[in-house]
């Protein structure tokens, strides 16, 4: 079947018409008249027609389709939807536009790139270089609104975010002034410090690449030191950036000095691990009228105060089967609470006897003692390391036996605000702080860093920073639903999540695929308003 147009008294007219054999030959007859082309198409009875027909032509349409139909890639949106979202919410966007009319000449579009900077790190952290020759390119252009700046325009953009560092901080930690400490229950603040890497041996430039202890294990490299404080839900609220050879006991005075311009001092209790605690720095948070709640070196004691820590006689226990001991005591004026445990003691003999392991097959492999020199977990196990062959230390591995499972901490904090198993609780809750390190140096992949001056380094931190801001957030609110997803999970899914360039008869439509499963479920508990199924139409040339 065909439709034909026969012309009659000056007008045009539309038929169906059959094609059909008779005899061998060619025949036609006319199946249905249409009327009228022109009455057909002003009152849209043509339009309507040819809709109707499709539905039972699915074939053709799509051959129809496939001449005027392209589609030559697709763009990331579902990540850099929620984090532009995040950075609505708290204040990031307002905040750096604020900043950008200070500078009323810039041409450099400075909030763009650092939002581009941002997105970054939840889509697939890497260097500004990548970031600009590939991943820019690659994110939905409703998102960035303009193509990659040049490589420079990260770096200028790096800079002027560093001069602001005091108003992005402030946002960042005070919430921009909004924050109250009594109903956000900033009492408590929880420190810690760890290193990042750079894949470079030069210590040559600036002060903060330096050679030192590695938490990482990477004495290869140079690196620097963060020390970062958090509050209760894991949310950053100030950080310090330290030479990479300062010792930690060095950090705690510089972060006493940032707590003091932000916060009532005297409200606030600081939780820190025993890298700490020493004389001077225990002196430096009574002095600053700070509490504190600080793991102690039990060791480091007199040799009477560790005869007492031993003595388990003296302590209760907290439990019915005893697999939990407590007692409390004094050390130089502070609340000195000991524990003992039966998970800690299995621990720690696990370890020691993981050490031991090691240490025995390099002593029979004929390791010299300068192979143990700056092995401290070995040497504790080692006699005859100051002149002639190492061996095992068999009164060392003995007293070591003796210490399983005891544990300390120190307080400033009276027993009528927070008794015993209260203070080794907040101890506890140094796990904030550390799943803080493991979400900075993890998904978000602050390290290795690619940058040599300490202006660049101090940037580039502050930017990982606040792309953990955004996520502490969201993990915040992803523990209060009581959700078996999380944000890890969330952002996977949204990085399935693309924008699609359809183009057909000189339109461009950018379409989403389907967004359903954890994608959906985490756009929930957000509270966040998924993007719309068609995100624009445009002419295109």
């Keep these: 079947m065909f439709v034909r147009q026969t012309i009659a008294r000056g007008h045009t007219y539309l038929q169906i018409v059959q094609s059909y054999r008779e ?27 040819v809709a109707s027909l499709a539905k039972y032509a699915t074939k053709q349409t799509w051959l129809d389709l496939r001449k005027d139909l392209s589609i030559e890639r697709v763009y990331r949106l579902g990540a850099a939807h929620v984090v532009c979202r995040m950075m609505e919410r708290l204040g990031l966007s307002a905040m750096f536009e604020r900043l950008t009319a200070k500078h009323p000449r810039m041409r450099l579009p400075w909030t763009t790139i650092l939002t581009g900077m941002m ?19 690659q994110i ?13 325009g990260f770096y200028r953009s790096m800079d002027v975010l560093w001069k602001h560092r005091d108003d992005v901080e402030s946002v960042l930690f005070d919430r921009g002034g909004r924050r109250d400490l009594f109903n956000q229950n900033l009492d408590v603040v929880f420190f810690d410090l760890t290193t990042l890497y750079f894949e470079s041996v030069n210590d040559e430039d600036g002060v903060l690449r330096r050679f030192g202890y590695s938490k990482e294990h990477r004495n290869d490299c140079t690196q620097v030191i963060l020390g970062l404080l958090v509050d209760r839900d894991g949310v950053p609220v100030g950080y310090q950036l330290f030479s990479g050879n300062t010792s930690e006991p060095k950090s705690l005075p510089t972060i006493l000095e940032n707590l003091k311009k932000r916060y009532p001092i005297e409200k606030v209790i600081l939780v820190a691990d025993r890298g700490l605690v020493t004389q001077k720095n225990v002196g430096e948070l009574k002095k600053a009228g700070m509490d504190f709640v600080l793991g102690m070196k ?14 388990k006689s003296t302590y209760q226990a907290l439990d019915k089967k005893g697999d939990v001991l407590i007692r409390e005591t004094t050390h130089e004026g502070d609340r000195l609470v000991l524990t003992w445990s039966r998970t800690r003691a299995e621990r720690d003999v696990h370890l020691r006897e993981k050490v031991l392991e090691r240490l025995e097959n390099q002593l029979t492999a004929g390791a010299t003692a300068k192979r143990f020199v700056t092995h401290k977990g070995y040497r504790q196990y080692l006699k005859g390391l100051d002149g002639g062959v190492p061996s095992l230390n068999e009164s060392a591995v003995l007293e070591s036996q003796k210490r399983d499972g005891f544990f300390g901490v120190l307080t400033s904090v009276p027993a009528e605000r927070m008794s015993g198993s209260d203070v080794f609780a907040r101890y506890h809750d140094l796990w904030h702080v550390e799943d803080a390190f493991g979400e900075i140096k993890g998904p978000l992949e602050t390290r290795p ?23 502490s957030v969201m993990i915040r609110e992803f523990r209060k639903a009581d959700t078996n997803l999380t944000v890890g999970r969330w ?3 949204l990085n399935e999540i693309y924008a699609v360039p359809v183009d057909i008869q000189g339109s461009r439509a950018w379409v989403r695929n389907e967004i359903q499963g954890d994608a959906m479920e985490g756009y929930r508990i957000m509270g966040i308003r998924p993007p719309d199924r068609i995100l624009k139409i445009e002419k295109t040339k």
């Design 491 to 493: 952002f996977r899914a």
């Design 119 to 137: 997105v970054s790190r939840f889509i697939r952290p890497c260097s500004k270089r990548r970031l600009n020759l590939e991943q820019w390119e």
């Design 23 to 49: 005899n061998g030959k060619p025949r036609q007859k006319v199946v249905c008249s249409l009327g009228r082309m022109d009455a057909l198409q002003a009152t849209g009875q043509m339009d309507d027609l």
């Design 298 to 311: 039990l060791w480091t004691m007199s040799q009477s105060e560790q005869e007492s820590v031993l003595d």
């Design 140 to 152: 939905y252009p409703g998102i960035l609104e303009m193509k990659s700046p040049p490589l420079e």
């Design 449 to 471: 860093m690619f940058h040599w001056v300490d202006q660049r380094i101090q940037s580039h931190t502050l930017l990982c920073l606040l792309s953990y801001y955004v996520e």
